[in-house]
């Protein structure tokens, strides 16, 4: 069974930092893509950040471009998200969630994680 178990989020100022944590295991990490995606309050799903099953290739949504890095240690089956110069736009529960593919065309969010504690950037 697939699970995924996100961690790191918290209250930071604007300008702050996070590195959130997704533990990913039921499935042979290291074959699959990877994404974020994150839920403001009284809003939408919002896709975040993607990355391929050997971490070479990245795509980002234009909101956090440049002030987020998505990443992936396939020898601990971890899914890693640094968030920095945080903006209270970015408060929201960040999901972690499994592609069907290793790259393109992905298809990611068929399997989920229970989301991280709500980031919140006052």
């Known amino acids: 069974e697939v699970q995924l178990v996100e961690s790191g989020g918290g209250l930071v100022q604007p300008g702050g930092s996070l590195r959130l944590s997704c533990a990913a295991s039921?499935?042979?990490?290291?074959?699959?893509?990877m994404s974020w995606v994150r839920q403001a309050p009284g809003k939408g799903l919002e896709w975040v950040s993607r990355i391929n099953s050997g971490g070479g290739t990245t795509d980002y949504a234009d909101s956090v471009k440049g002030r987020f890095t998505i990443s992936r240690d396939n020898t601990k089956n971890m899914l890693y998200l640094q968030m920095d110069s945080l903006k209270p736009e970015d408060t929201a529960v960040y999901y972690c969630?499994?592609?069907?593919?290793?790259?393109?065309?992905?298809?990611?969010?068929?399997?989920w994680g229970q989301g991280t504690q709500g980031t919140q950037v006052t």
């Open positions: 039921g499935f042979t990490f290291v074959n699959y893509a």
């Open positions: 969630a499994k592609c069907r593919y290793s790259d393109y065309p992905f298809q990611c969010g068929g399997s």
